[in-house]
């Protein structure tokens, strides 16, 4: 993702990254491939965000799901849920 988005911060990719991870483990029509996750950290640096955060993820899920469906399971609630798990993991790793 570096080569791709090379303007996105070492956090914010590396948080993009696990969030794709662990995304791609709930059971979804369609689970978000490469270029979305290209697309959605491109959308996310022109939004001149430097880390994750609830809000944005909501606002952005559309970016890296494609099916109504997929963004109603997801949501805020399990959005959140998912960002929780990706904060904790990578703070325990400082």
């Known amino acids: 993702m570096r080569r791709k988005v090379p ?3 070492s956090r914010l990719s590396a948080e993009v990254v696990s969030f ?9 029509f ?3 491939g490469v270029a979305e ?4 950290a491109g959308a996310l640096t022109e939004l001149d965000k430097v ?3 609830p809000e ?6 559309g970016v890296l799901l494609k099916y109504q469906d997929d963004i109603a399971r997801i949501g805020a609630g399990e959005g959140r849920r998912i960002l929780d798990e990706v904060k904790a993991e990578l ?3 400082e």
Do not use: F
């Not at 794709?20 to 979804?28: D, F, G, H, N, T």
């Not at 996750?37 to 959605?40: G, S, V």
């Not at 944005?56 to 899920?61: E, G, L, W």
């Open 91 to 93: 703070a325990a790793a």
């Open 37 to 40: 996750t290209i697309d959605w």
């Open 56 to 61: 944005t993820v909501s606002d952005t899920i």
């Open 30 to 32: 369609k689970a978000p």
């Open 20 to 28: 794709i991870q662990k995304l791609r483990r709930v059971e979804l």
């Open 7 to 9: 303007q996105a911060n």
């Open 51 to 53: 880390a994750l955060d």
